[in-house]
């Protein structure tokens, strides 16, 4: 084989395998979008074009209280999760060296640590604790894995800081907190705000988390789909809708922050 | 007599088991310049670093007005810092660089913005005050660091290395702007630098350390005339440094002969390091001549010669505005007030 011949095959083999990774990725949520648009109720068939079933979602009670419960856990646990990891991130950054790297590894092993070990902890931890399985419990359990993703993406930012910053807000008449607060949190803004997204996203994305720690009543759309398909009960399509737009509010968010990170880079460049 | 404004007394400091300082004490005045100056790494930043209230001294005491202040926050402390490296806030303008300090103390609007205005006149960065931080040159980020510390009136500013990323003209004219705010506001300057023209033309005290320690503390003229010891005068200017003996009060003998000095108060026939500065030799008809050389190298420097004599396998450094030829037989004399005898000493 010729080297011009070997490398037309190496390119070939390497275009085939990204068309993969990309179809195996890409084709379930192009499937959802498609059915979230179908005027059917069956899933194998395509029945014509329709939005209803994204009225359906705010319309009826199918789905309300898990889409709710959903929102208000992930905005809540990120809001909380944002600003303890922020604050982690920012103790951490000020240890010396060798305490940094430990306190790292402390904060990694939530995020490595397989979802359903967490999961199964946190249950023993909240009834050892006598604490009801509920709202709380799942939003304490959500402000728990997000809190490691803010200090993960806090804390690049914070190498990047000159490192007397802190000691001059100080110099110039700041208390310890108020300094944190007005030399180093805006300066770390695009680090927070990327935790934030992610610490969201995760918490909106969670299933066996939340199944381990929310009790009976209490549901999410992850929990109640999957409840919804063990009882075999046909799922109404408006679950296909509410993924649907996850699923754009995802890539608007991603877009977003890339284009900043553009932005960013090329006033840099300038 | 000037009033004392800072005392540090007995000062240790160690990183990781490394000493930093050691015994350091030191009484700064009332308004007054004094420059730390030595080599990098000897502890200049550290010393300021524990003035500002930013370090803690292992050992020892600071004392600002005759208040011990060890256990107060920088905040605490009537002391503005014009840090090594700017630490200006890449989130903030210049305007707001500036104001920082004014807008923590609450001071009215049209106030703040009267005095960071005229600030950044006196720093000639007049009309920058939109500009991002990030877009400004090295040396004009410098001087936003400088406005952003005295636009505060503090009592003392610690400046460290604050002209180091300038070019040679504009730093000259900020010397000369520095030294006349010290002046005209009446803030003590504890300047940082390790460029010993600078200290020399600036200060009032210059403190000369090395590793950790301080090996000498006088005005310009003090340490550069009477250097305490072989690495003072290495440091500031040039020097050519002879190991020698004092014969007795009076007399020194090195490199094999005797000369008249103006020293006394040594031992008999204690070692002794001799200094005679490049400038203070002067070439004389090598007939009448104590030291006789031969030209072995010649180099204009603009406002003199430089010019190198060996005198019997030594190398001997001479500033002149005569000029010689290279090969020249040539005899030198020097006068015996510009000899100095230093105590042969034990850290350098
Ligand atoms: N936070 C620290 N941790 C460990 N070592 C330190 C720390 N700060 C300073 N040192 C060490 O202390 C010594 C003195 O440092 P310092 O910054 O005071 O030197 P300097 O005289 O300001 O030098 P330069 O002219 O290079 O700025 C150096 O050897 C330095 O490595
Ligand atoms: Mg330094």
């Known amino acids: 084989m010729t080297a011009r011949t070997r490398k037309r095959l190496y390119q070939t083999v390497g275009a085939c395998f990204t068309a993969a990774a990309f179809l195996s990725v890409y084709t379930p949520i192009a499937v959802i979008l498609a059915l979230s648009v179908n005027d059917s109720l069956k899933a194998y068939a395509w029945e014509g074009f329709t939005l209803r079933w994204y009225a359906d979602l705010f319309a009826t009670d199918v789905m309300h209280d898990p889409i709710m419960n959903t929102l208000l856990v992930a905005i809540l646990a990120t809001l909380i999760a944002t600003v303890l990891g922020t604050f982690f991130a920012i103790g951490i950054h000020a240890l010396d060296k060798t305490r940094r790297t430990r306190m790292m590894v402390l904060n990694n092993v939530p995020v490595v640590n397989p979802e359903i070990v967490t999961g199964i902890s946190l249950l023993i931890v909240f009834s050892l604790l006598g604490f009801t399985l509920g709202f709380h419990t799942v939003l304490i359990a959500h402000v728990f894995f997000g809190v490691p993703y803010v200090v993960l993406s806090v804390m690049p930012r914070l190498k990047k800081l000159d490192p007397n910053l802190y000691e001059a807000a100080l110099d110039l008449g700041c ?10 949190v805006p300066n770390v803004a695009t680090g927070i705000l990327a935790g934030a997204l ?12 939340t199944y381990f720690t929310s009790g009976s009543e209490y549901m999410n759309v992850s929990t109640w789909l999957y409840a919804a398909i063990g009882r075999s009960r046909s799922f109404t399509p408006a679950a296909y809708a509410y993924n649907a737009i996850i699923f754009l509010f995802t890539i608007a968010a991603i877009i977003f922050i890339n284009s900043r990170k ?7 460049r300038r | 007599m000037a009033k004392t404004l800072i005392t540090l007394s007995g000062i240790e400091k160690s990183f990781d ?22 080599p990098s790494g000897c502890g200049k930043t550290t010393c300021l670093r524990i003035i500002g209230g930013f370090e803690t001294p292992d050992a020892g005491t600071v004392a600002i007005d005759g208040r011990i202040v060890n256990d107060l926050e920088p905040n605490q402390r009537q002391i503005n810092t014009c840090f090594q490296r700017y630490a200006l806030f890449p989130h903030l303008d210049v305007f707001e660089n500036v104001a920082f300090g004014l807008r923590i103390r609450k001071v009215e609007k049209a106030e703040i913005v009267r005095r960071v205005e005229e600030t950044l006149r006196l720093v000639k960065l007049e009309g920058y005050g939109p500009r991002a931080v990030s877009t400004l040159s090295g040396g004009q980020q410098q001087r936003v660091a400088i406005a952003r510390a005295i636009v505060n009136r503090p009592k003392v ?8 990323a300038l070019d040679l003209k504009l730093r000259q004219e900020m010397q000369y702007e520095l030294k006349e705010m010290q002046r005209t506001l009446g803030i003590t300057f504890v300047y940082v630098t390790h460029d010993q023209e600078e200290a020399l033309t600036m200060s009032d005290k210059i403190v000369v350390m090395n590793q950790g320690r301080i090996l000498q503390v006088g005005t310009p003229e003090d340490v550069y005339n009477e250097p305490k010891n072989r690495f003072v005068a290495n440091f500031i200017g040039e ?6 003996v004092m014969r007795e009060d009076y007399l020194v003998s ?19 390091d001799v200094v005679i500065r490049p400038e203070d ?34 190398e001997y450094t001479i500033h002149t505005t005569k000029t010689r030829s290279i090969g020249d037989r040539v005899g030198l004399a020097v006068d015996p007030s510009l000899i100095h005898v230093m105590k042969r000493d034990v850290h350098a």
């Open chain 2, 17 to 38: 088991g490394v000493k930093v300082l050691s015994d350091f004490n030191l009484s700064i005045d009332e308004n007054e310049f004094i420059t730390l100056l030595g």
């Open chain 1, 198 to 209: 992610m610490a969201f996203t995760m918490s909106i994305d969670d299933f066996v988390i």
């Open chain 2, 254 to 272: 090195f490199c094999g002969r005797e000369f008249k000095c103006v020293d006394r108060g040594f031992a008999a026939d204690e070692p002794v």
């Open chain 2, 239 to 244: 020097s050519n440094i002879f190991e020698g």
């Open chain 2, 281 to 314: 030799f002067d070439f004389v008809p090598p007939s009448k001549a104590k030291i006789v050389g031969v030209v072995d190298s010649l180099v204009f420097r603009g406002v003199h010669y430089e010019i190198n004599v060996i005198v019997e396998g030594r």
């Open chain 1, 175 to 184: 208390t310890r907190f108020s300094a944190v607060l007005r030399a180093i």
């Open chain 2, 157 to 164: 500013l610690l400046l460290d290395e604050p002209l180091g």
């Open chain 1, 262 to 268: 553009e932005k960013k880079e090329r006033e840099v």
